[in-house]
């Protein structure tokens, strides 16, 4: 084995380096314990207002609206499938076990993703060990607490980052250790950690690169053996990497248009990627979830500027590695290696909102922390006084970090992600995901308007998404522009022609117009796309409903229900079903489902009333209507019900009263007018001596 060089600015001379041993925390197991403790605990200090958050973005949609992972027999098709958007069988196979255990609560997982960011810290710290940077703990500590690691730990669905950058530090830290050592055993466990990281995150492809870095930098030289003992990291890398790429390309994006610019762009767009995380990684400040899509002009001169900053400073570090060391130049390579899977080489899905996210830094913010430590453990090491500057900078800048990383997590502890798309319209107001997120939201709430005006925003920034066009085809339908609804889900179907929400929102308003051959073929088509449909369950259900056909729906609305069990507008449908076959006990149950999924939709409430009346349970009704009008204050029909209610129980003034509300919101409600009439003149009878 070629001798070891001396390692030139990381490590310092043996003189200094025993000054600063007891920043180097090694020792006995006990206090190795010890210190990794502090780095879970660390973790949780900066993240623990996140704790009690919600499910973010897409991680309802990727876990517990995910088959493969609520269902049994799942964890043989994370492993086996191809009808998945990436191959991530590992990171799947957790949340497969997760949900066993926490089942539709975000608290435990987001648990389980402080528990590997701790773990991570810890690995971190040891790699830098084991490549001699001074204060190597530090390392660690300031990894556990960086703002910019709170999306990727609060962000559920990111434990595949979690567990990509795991086993990738720990499959470095064993093979630099095989390395040494010669031995066969390590070795193999190294390459087994890095397929493992591969199964977890295809990010991890970048890793026989930053290996070879560190071999040639411990070693100052590339030898045949050096060669030899990274190649089978690159075959894994290679084949695994073509297989998430596929994933990746043809399930995950499928027709939706990413990006639109060339080469050239890219090669561009690259290098602002690379400063603009290293601006984060130093100055971690107006963090944001989306941030801004540069569409920079090619021709101006200005848009090579970073390019060739970047290419310059990579130059200058290595004709200057005789004075300054190469260990600077190396913690560039290793950053940029990292960096590289997402500086749009490839395409990836998020990228069609933005070219950059936090958690795309994850796996190389480590680079940046060792550098910055290892030069402040040199200064230290030769400046006397530096010595004790240093741990106070350590702990001011610690301080700072875990400020910086609580507020950041207070976004992701809300109880709903209306926080999150506030504070990213907030700093980014053209972007079309956090309008199309709020405004479905807003849906949510049935706040339409407000989510109609925000959804035109985000078709207009963003033409060519298909997700918004179709919500916005919602919000249309529901504020009974019909024909508009049905030119978005036109547009959205043109765009992707398997869209199935497309095809099962043109199936519903040809339904609505008598269309309902139109209808079964829309509904029938999206079912050939996604045979776990549950809107085109429902929709072939609401076509033998008008037909009066009370059984062959039911039997739709309930194949609709199993499939996707937090399906809402299935539940009511089933509810309406077993009204009319006079089933009401069995509709209550049904209807009251309904609402615990969606509490603001106003017909599971009314239909439930009906339920209740028509088993007796009059105050049961009036107690239900109650609550609903409190949700909808404007909602004349909820006005008009309670108030028949009211008046079977003989509560006939507040019956007035509220019949009364339910026409001054709406003049023209049908029967309202007749039915105050009659109530008023019953009371005019009963005062009668």
Request: charged residues 15%; hydrophobic residues 55%.
């Amino acid at each position: 084995m070629p001798a070891r060089a001396a390692v030139v600015s990381t490590a310092p001379v043996v003189g200094a380096r025993a000054s600063l041993r007891w920043l180097e925390f090694s020792g006995s197991r006990a206090q190795v314990a010890f210190l990794s403790f502090l780095l879970f605990a660390a973790v949780v200090l900066a993240n623990w207002p996140a704790v009690g958050g919600d499910w973010v973005w897409d991680d309802a949609t990727a876990i517990r609206g995910n088959r493969f992972i609520t269902e049994s027999s799942g964890l043989a098709h994370v492993w086996f499938s191809i009808q998945q958007p990436d191959y991530w069988p590992v990171s799947y196979s957790l949340l497969w076990l997760e949900w066993r255990i926490w089942g539709d609560d975000p608290i435990g997982y987001r648990l389980v993703n402080f528990l590997l960011h701790g773990i991570n810290a810890v690995l971190v710290w040891q790699l830098c060990q084991r490549l001699r940077v001074p204060a190597a703990w530090l390392c660690g500590l300031f990894f556990a607490v960086h703002p910019l690691t709170v999306e990727a730990v609060n962000w559920i669905i990111q434990c595949k980052t979690l567990l990509a950058t795991g086993f990738s530090l720990a499959s470095m830290i064993v093979a630099l250790a095989a390395y040494d050592s010669r031995r066969a055993r390590p070795y193999i466990a190294a390459l087994a950690l890095f397929i493992l990281a591969m199964l977890s995150k295809t990010s991890a492809v970048t890793i026989p690169i930053v290996l070879v870095i560190l071999i040639a930098w411990r070693q100052r030289r590339l030898t045949r053996f050096d060669l030899g003992f990274v190649a089978p990291f690159f075959l894994v890398s290679l084949v695994l990497g073509a297989v998430g790429l596929w994933f990746q390309q043809s399930q995950a994006i499928g027709e939706n248009i990413i990006r639109q610019d060339g080469a050239l762009s890219r090669l561009a767009l690259s290098a602002w990627a690379v400063w603009f995380y290293l601006g984060k990684a130093l100055l971690p400040i107006n963090l944001s979830f989306v941030y801004p899509l540069w569409k920079p002009a090619i021709a101006n001169p200005l848009t090579w500027l970073p390019l060739v900053a970047l290419v310059a400073i990579l130059v200058a570090l290595w004709m200057l590695r005789k004075r300054i060391g190469l260990a600077p130049l190396v913690a560039l390579g290793v950053y940029l290696a990292a960096l590289l899977p997402v500086l749009g080489v490839v395409n990836i899905f998020f990228m069609r909102y933005s070219l950059v996210a936090d958690h795309w830094q994850y796996p190389a913010l480590p680079a940046v922390i060792a550098l910055l430590v290892g030069l402040g453990g040199h200064w230290a090491a030769r400046v006397r006084w530096a010595r004790l500057a240093l741990p106070l900078a350590a702990a001011a800048v610690c301080a700072a970090l875990v400020l910086q990383s609580r507020a950041r997590a207070e976004i992701f502890g809300a109880p709903s992600n209306e926080t999150l798309w506030l504070d990213t319209l907030a700093k980014n107001p053209t972007s079309s995901m956090a309008n199309n997120n709020l405004g479905a939201l807003r849906i949510a709430q049935s706040r339409w308007t407000e989510a109609k005006q925000l959804l035109e925003t985000s078709v207009r920034l963003l033409p060519n998404d298909v997700e918004s066009r179709v919500n916005l085809a919602r919000a249309y339908y529901t504020l009974g522009e019909r024909q508009a609804a049905r030119d978005q889900f036109a547009a959205a179907l043109l765009l992707n022609r398997q869209s199935t929400a497309a095809l099962t929102g043109l199936g519903q308003i040809a339904a609505d117009l008598g269309e309902d051959a139109a209808a079964a073929k829309y509904h029938q088509d999206a079912l050939a796309i996604d045979p776990h449909s549950a809107d085109a369950m429902t929709g072939i259900g609401v076509i033998y409903g008008k037909r009066n056909e009370f059984a062959a729906a039911e039997e739709w609305f309930r194949r609709a229900a199993a499939s996707d069990p937090r399906n809402a507008s299935a539940r009511v449908n089933l509810g309406l079903s077993l009204l009319k076959q006079e089933r009401f006990a069995e509709a209550e149950h049904e209807l009251r489902k309904s609402i615990e999924l969606f509490p603001m939709m106003i017909e599971g409430r009314l239909l439930l009333s009906e339920a209740l009346i028509r088993q007796g349970k009059i105050n049961a009704a009036i107690v239900s209507l109650t609550s609903a009008s409190q949700l909808h204050p404007n909602s004349a029909r909820l006005r008009q019900a309670l108030g028949l209610a009211l008046a079977m129980v003989g509560r006939r003034q507040e019956a007035v009263t509220h019949l009364r509300d339910a026409l001054r919101i709406n003049p023209n409600l049908p029967g309202a007018a007749e039915q105050l009439s009659n109530i008023q003149r019953a009371i005019g009878a009963g005062a009668r001596p």
